[in-house]
Nanobody, 128 residues
């Protein structure tokens, strides 16, 4: 069974940083695209970042470029989301997801390929 466990969330002030981790088990992690998504109260879930082994690509929305960075360590079955210069609007539950990959990170994040396996989420709270 595919299992994903997020960690690293917490409470930070605006301008602070957090690094989220997503540890995967139960599958060959090397061949899976991994995405980070977030959902704030009253808002739809949105893609934060995706990374794909098909072409080694990463994707972030334009609004997050320069602040968030996604990376992966296949030897540790872990994907990281480094979040810098955090803003109050970044407050949300952050989820990681995984799906076998045959396309780019953009196509995964955009929903052309659906993530089927999800973690339970980790709370990120940025004070105003």
């Amino acid at each position: 069974q595919v299992q994903l466990v997020e960690s690293g969330g917490g409470l930070v002030q605006p301008g602070g940083s957090l690094r989220l981790s997503c540890v995967a088990s139960g599958f060959n992690f090397h061949y899976y695209a991994v995405g980070w998504f977030r959902q704030a109260p009253g808002k739809e879930r949105e893609a934060v970042s995706c990374i794909s082994p098909s072409d080694g690509s990463t994707y972030l929305p334009e609004s997050l470029k320069g602040r968030f960075t996604v990376s992966r360590d296949d030897a540790k079955n872990t994907v990281y989301l480094q979040m810098d210069s955090l803003k109050p609007e970044d407050t949300a539950v952050y989820y990681c997801a995984a799906e076998p990959s045959s396309t780019t990170a953009y196509f995964h994040c955009a929903g052309y390929v659906t993530f089927q396996s999800w973690g339970q989420g980790t709370q990120v709270t940025v004070t105003s």
